[in-house]
């Protein structure tokens, strides 16, 4: 039968009660006779706890000590669901990612996956054992624990997938699958049965908490078939019926497809925006601006640098609102006084709003349907990006659900596509 990865989400592995629910999906899999993998999560709020003792030691704690810490919450969810299998009877073995190994860069916090000796995985499936494997987690050159940064089991799992050949990487979470836009916010959500990679990258990107942006980097390059589905659902469900909900990330374009010009509306809520004002306006001065920032392992999202006048220019971007303090002191200690550059202003409350849809390929009209949407509710523009299958704009972070319910209803998302 069929090689597949399971990866199960924090409020999956949640509690004593929801281990045993996991428990018995896997054993129900395993005992059709498909070999597993499981990559679990640690349990829900478990990271942030661990984090957080950190931080009360030292406000800023050394990144290398910080990912030793936040290890251990995926290995004490390995260990118990593999307990909770073996109680019902079924060979299971569990390992932290540094024993399999998974290899990684040394970017403490925030590491990128390397390589995966799958051999000791092999062998223990070729025995008939399911392998639990640690998410978020590696073992850098120099043999130090390293973790991928958060949803980073999402990651883990699509990665081991990958460098298995696996069937179908199955990500299951506290939701039924990939949504329009999140029904908290808009009640007529649809829930979608496939989106394509593209799309789901671009979800991803642009805030939707479904999946973890590298994840869906992951199963795109290497073409990892993938589907999210709920872990809520009662385990003895038939697997034919399993199998069928959820959410198929896919590369074909279903026909039907084709009616949905836009398949969602993504959006971040925590963004943040910088200024640097009277910028020499000559070249290479974005990299002046922005290499210092990137070389302290600050991701900039959105970029404008405005008409010159007088050889001066304002340059604004983006970051995470958790980035934007230390944005601001690299900017401020290095960048500023060498470019004699002006004020530098920063907003940490805005939001990122985004339609996504393959359809905007071979449809016009997108982009003023949506400024007019805006317009409408009176709704300031502050930045817009855009390509070839999405267009995002900045507001201010007070108007961000009331922008994404006028979006939703004027693209008509909450119509089933026929």
């Not at 390059?221 to 999210?228: I, L």
């Not at 405005?306 to 303090?325: C, I, L, P």
């Not at 817009?384 to 007070?398: A, G, M, N």
């Amino acid at each position: 039968m069929a090689l597949i990865v399971h990866k199960y989400g924090g409020t999956s592995m949640g509690s004593v009660e929801r281990i045993r629910n996991v428990a018995q999906r896997v054993a129900k899999w395993h005992r059709a006779g498909h070999r597993l993998v499981v990559v679990p999560s640690a349990m829900s709020g478990e990271t942030n706890r661990l984090i957080g003792l950190a931080r009360e030691l030292q406000a800023q704690p050394d990144p290398r000590e910080l990912d030793m810490i936040a290890s251990t919450g995926e290995q004490v969810s390995v260990g118990l669901l593999a307990i909770a299998l073996k109680a019902i009877g079924v060979d299971a073995v569990s390992y932290a990612g540094w024993q399999v190994p998974i290899r990684t860069d040394d970017a403490f916090t925030k590491a990128r996956i390397a390589s995966i000796d799958d051999a000791r995985v092999r062998a223990d499936l070729e025995a008939g054992r399911v392998v639990i494997v640690t998410g978020f987690q590696g073992v850098d050159p120099a043999g130090h624990i390293t973790t991928l940064g958060r949803g980073g089991s999402d990651t883990s799992a699509v990665a081991v997938a990958a460098a298995m050949g696996a069937e179908e990487c199955l990500i299951y979470t506290d939701v039924d699958g990939v949504y329009t836009t999140d029904p908290r916010i808009v009640p007529e959500a649809r829930r979608l049965a496939r989106i394509t990679f593209e799309e789901m990258l671009e979800m991803a990107s642009l805030g939707s908490k479904v999946l973890q942006i590298r994840s869906v980097e992951f199963a795109g390059k290497y073409k990892v078939r993938t589907r999210v589905l709920s872990s809520l659902t009662p385990p003895d469900i038939p697997l034919a019926e399993e199998m069928a909900s959820g959410t198929l990330i896919t590369f074909e374009e279903a026909q039907t497809m084709e009616q949905a010009v836009i398949s969602g509306i993504a959006f971040a809520r925590d963004e943040a925006k910088i200024t640097v004002m009277n910028v020499p306006d000559r070249p290479g001065v974005a990299y002046q601006i922005l290499g210092p920032v990137a070389e302290a392992n600050v991701d900039v999202d959105m970029i404008i640098q405005n008409q010159s006048v007088n050889g001066m220019t304002d340059f604004s971007f983006t970051v995470s609102r958790a980035e934007y303090q230390k944005a601001l002191d690299v900017l401020g200690g290095s960048v500023r006084p060498k470019l004699g550059a002006g004020d530098i202003v920063g907003d940490p409350k805005i939001a990122k709003v985004s339609v996504v849809g393959i359809g905007m390929r071979s449809h016009v009209g997108i982009a003023s349907r949506m400024f007019r949407t805006l317009s409408e509710e009176g709704i300031n523009i502050q930045m817009i990006s855009t390509s070839e299958i999405k267009i995002s704009v900045v507001i201010e972070d007070k108007y961000l659900e009331l922008a994404v319910r006028a979006l939703h209803k004027a693209f008509d998302l909450e119509q089933p596509v026929g």
